[in-house]
């Protein structure tokens, strides 16, 4: 079902189509309630409803922008993970502590890839990529903004194609793939998780990281959360949803890793939110990253295999 609203960004006003989704995308039940609207601090201020599947309890933005006009919501030089401004305190931890979670990835990676090949989705500036390539992997990157792509290719000399290249990958030709904060933006979850499968090889791994709303700074800061991020988060996966959604396709998750700094990182956007100071996040981001082990992290790494037949 689709439906129009007006979009205010900055001084130019936009008239955006939005879809309703009538099912849940996991497990298709009709039946869904409204959470909470959440407003679009980042960028817009507008506000989008997250509901909540009355079966599975998986938890979606609805209605959402249509996919052709999602990409006006990160028009900002604020929306930090698409951008590498080193402008302002929050940006500047961003940056450090994203130079130390690259190595940790890369070892996880590492751990369970059987072989070299790598493609990472929505590869964003190229960090992480580069990072793979210097450490030995043959590494492809699919991101959709032609900008961020090729400003990733000339800063690294990386392959990166765009996201539509997925569904030209051959079958079973990848060992390891990786999103990194990447799946709660795909439009077409069920069509691209069984992509992301079907070229997978069958001893390769896939490793998937996203916001937690069941985190306990998710529970403090309800509908100011930093994890919401919407309407460009689709999702809010909980760990069940992503065995749920993976099973469907023949895929388990084998571990469950935290993110350890988003907790803080995630803290410092909702204290922002909620016009407070950043030394609230410290406090509360170290109390949710304590909790981790009783609600799951702030952000969940999962590492997903297909089943053996
Ligand atoms: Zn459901």
Redesign the pocket.
Known sequence: MYQFFWLLVGDKMFHVEQLEKKK??????EK?SLVFPVKDYMITKEEFNVVS??????KFTNPIPVESEIGKYYESDVYVSHSNTKKGLKNFIYHLVRNFTLQRKIDLVSRYANGKKLLDIGSGAGYFLNKAKETGFQTLGLEPSEEVREGSMKEFGLDVKDISELHHLKNKSIDAITMWHVLEHVYELNRDAKQMLDVLKDDGVLIVAVPNPDSWDAKFYGDHWGGWDVPRHLYHFREIDIR?LFSKFDAEVVEVKPMQFDPVYVSMLSEQYKGRSVLHAIWFGMLSYFNKNTHGCTSQIYVIKKKSK
């Open positions: 849940c995308p996991i497990c298709s039940s869904m599947c009355d079966q599975c309890g998986f749920n």
